[in-house]
């Protein structure tokens, strides 16, 4: 299948400052990128959803001044929490699709804790 | 709306059980059905799908049936091993083509 990589894999970072979150298409140009939240031991949630070259669409309950999300070209979108604090950390998950089917694949996740 | 319920776990096994994993759902319409794995520490992989009403998913020995008369999509192996150890979702696509998630289902094979 498709390969989705996110960078960094895991960070920690002091309450207060910005944490930027890339996730990229590396064999696939990706319409589509989901971005997800998941606590340990449940499900993903998604946080929103973005189109390339348009705004993000996010979900109920999810503040868009504080996760702000990019989708600059078709193989990138990165995700920035903003005056990151202890209850934003979270393991952080992406996903893209695109091509026939626009099946998602999503990448490794990324592990942010705020201290 | 559309909803998603998975049997909750951990649910530990001996290598070479038997294995069922209850998923069923909620939804307008006729969604796509999928199972999700993830290792730990990993991002989430795509196991199996179906699309539509008895239509069966399979791979790596793991099966699921598109049941529309039960709203249900059980997970099934007939022989697990301990590199099965994971957390399995199940999942639906909607008509807006998000994907809502069951709560995962934790599984621990010992040897």
């Known amino acids: 299948g498709a390969v989705v990589s996110q960078h960094p894999s895991w960070v920690i970072c002091k309450s207060g400052t910005s944490v930027k979150i890339e996730c990229r298409s590396l064999?696939?140009?990706?319409?589509?990128m989901f971005w997800y939240r998941q606590f340990p031991k449940q499900s993903l949630m998604l946080m929103a959803t973005s189109n390339e070259g348009s705004k993000a669409t996010y979900e109920q309950g999810v503040e868009k001044d504080k996760f702000l999300i990019n989708h600059a070209s078709l193989t990138l979108s990165t995700l920035t929490v903003t005056s990151a604090h202890p209850e934003d950390s979270s393991f952080y998950i992406c996903?893209?699709?695109?091509?026939?089917?626009?099946?998602?694949?999503f990448g490794p996740g990324t592990r942010l804790t705020v201290l | 709306g559309n909803s998603v319920t998975q049997m909750e776990g951990p649910v530990t096994l001996s290598e070479e059980a038997f294995l069922t994993i209850n998923c069923t759902y909620t939804a307008t319409g006729y969604p796509s059905l999928f199972w999700y794995v993830q290792y730990p520490g990993e991002g989430l992989q795509l196991l199996l799908k179906a699309t539509k009403a008895d239509d069966k998913g399979s791979n790596k020995g793991f099966e699921a049936t598109y049941r529309k008369e039960t709203t249900s999509f059980h997970l099934e192996k007939g022989s697990v091993q301990v590199s099965d150890s994971a957390v399995y979702f199940c999942a639906l696509k909607n008509q807006g083509g998000k994907l809502i998630f069951g709560q995962g289902t934790e599984l621990s094979v010992k040897p």
């Open positions: 996903s893209a699709a695109g091509g026939f089917n626009n099946e998602q694949f």
């Open positions: 064999d696939f140009q990706a319409t589509t």
